[in-house]
């Protein structure tokens, strides 16, 4: 690594510490940005890295709201506004137990280059609080929604910061934020937040997108590679929104998707899904128990393997994490080898540890980044902020379009890095150096701010 890497990557973890996660996504970027700054000495010059890496902001703020029994509670709120470059902050709201600083960094730094990617006019941004909606009413999370809306409010806006939903955040709780931004703003502003019901803006597709295009990512990977989704076995993690336009589209496409896990377990589908399979997951996810087990409840025919990751455990051709991060770890990446699976299609945000991502490339195995991969999610709000801009909403089919141009634009654009750069088909690199370059021009042409 060179030495101004290097030494901006110390700067990172020594002023940040005890952020584990925003450490480990800032090293694997700064690695693989190391080939940019030796062509491009004049960013070094203008302290461009060390700008990159630090937020424009950070706003934390107490989220009180009284429970179903009467008594107050309180959570902690953030909203991390990373990088405005070339477009408002926008990245979605994550409301889970795990929640902290160091997550919301990571997810923000993350976002920005993956917007990046998309050619849309979007800056990064991530916010969330450590609010879990799991077992809540109804009520408190509306009771909840509405105060953590209370204090966002005054730091987002079409123009601005585009929130939209993550983990915990799917479109009750968007209705819910949307209601009290409005009630407090006096204005109609529906641009304001993505992932919004179609009867107030929300743009069609917008729930399966993010499964849709990383399934639309893999294909060009596998054109590239003169291969076909025919007749592939896909293993899934998860089994919301993300993991469900996954095996809508796969399964479409002629690919087999044969497990499906939560927190308790994995359950595993030798002949596939079957599309009453597919169906039911959406209903499953909106009981918001998190349990996998009650897929075997409904089909008998699966297997319910407990308190196990499918990773290595069954025969497939992709692995395709579509849970949160860190969820492949070292010892799940040798299971993953021996298996003899080649491809890992990474459609959660960093689901791949440092050390894991590593060993997986250094035994052949094809990993599809999740900046790239999960990027049509994002894609997707983009162009449903566009549909609210011009007051009009375009059909599925219309949609879906400009999704799939949007993910052969984005295998395009990491191809091309990759030639430049001479990195082989190394996806991983080529997605950090084609996400950096649009942003670096843009900070480079507005000078030092």
């Known amino acids: 690594m060179s030495n101004y890497v290097q030494k901006v990557l110390e700067d990172v973890i020594r002023r940040n510490p005890g952020e584990p996660e925003f450490h480990q996504t800032a090293t694997e970027i700064l690695h693989s940005l190391e080939p940019v700054f030796e062509i491009h000495p004049e960013y070094e010059e203008a302290g461009l890295l060390e700008r990159f890496v630090e937020p424009e902001r950070i706003i934390m703020f107490r989220v009180p709201w009284v429970d179903d029994s009467g008594k107050v509670q309180v959570n902690k709120g953030y909203r991390v506004q990373y990088n405005s470059a070339i ?38 941004g991530k916010g969330g609080s450590d609010f879990d909606p799991t077992g809540k009413s109804e009520a408190e999370v509306m009771r909840f929604c509405q105060s953590f809306m209370t204090e966002l409010y005054r730091h987002i806006g079409p123009s601005l910061d585009v929130p939209a939903g993550d983990i915990g955040v799917a479109a009750r709780e968007i209705g819910y934020l949307f209601g009290q931004y409005k009630r407090i703003k006096n204005v109609y502003e529906n641009g304001v937040l993505t992932g919004k019901g179609l009867s107030y803006g929300g743009s069609l597709i917008r729930p399966e997108a993010t499964g849709y295009g990383a399934t639309y990512f893999f294909v060009e990977v596998l054109k590239h590679l ?190 091309q890095a990759t030639v430049e750069y001479k990195l082989g088909y190394n996806l991983v690199a080529g997605a950090n150096i084609a996400g950096f370059d649009k942003v670096a021009k843009a900070m480079m042409a507005q000078g030092c701010v």
């Open 87 to 124: 477009g408002p902050y926008k990245g979605g709201l994550r409301f889970a137990p795990s929640v902290n600083l160091s997550i919301m960094k990571f997810l923000a730094f993350e976002q920005t280059l993956k917007n990046s990617l998309t050619s849309l006019p979007m800056g990064g």
């Open 226 to 415: 003169k291969l076909n989704i025919k007749g592939m076995k896909f293993s899934l993690s998860g089994f919301g929104n993300v993991a469900w336009g996954a095996a809508q589209k796969i399964t479409q496409l002629g690919g087999k998707v044969i497990t499906l896990s939560g927190p308790d377990g994995y359950v595993y589908i030798k002949d596939g899904l079957t599309q009453e399979m597919i169906d039911f997951m959406p209903v499953m996810n909106g009981w918001r128990h998190n349990k996998v087990s009650e897929f075997k409840d409904k089909f008998a025919q699966v297997d319910f393997i407990a308190g196990k990751k499918p990773w290595g455990n069954v025969d497939c051709d992709v692995c395709m994490p579509c849970a949160t991060q860190n969820e492949i770890r070292i010892e799940d990446a040798k299971a993953i080898v021996a298996k003899g699976i080649k491809y890992l299609n990474e459609v959660a945000n960093m689901p791949t540890t440092n050390e894991a991502l590593e060993y997986l490339q250094n035994n052949k195995v094809l990993v599809c980044p999740s900046k790239a991969v999960n990027a049509g999610g994002v894609a997707t709000s983009g162009l449903e902020m566009s549909q609210n801009s011009m007051r009009l909403s375009w059909s599925a089919e219309e949609v879906d379009e400009k999704l799939q141009g949007i993910m052969r634009n984005i295998h395009e654009q990491i191809l």
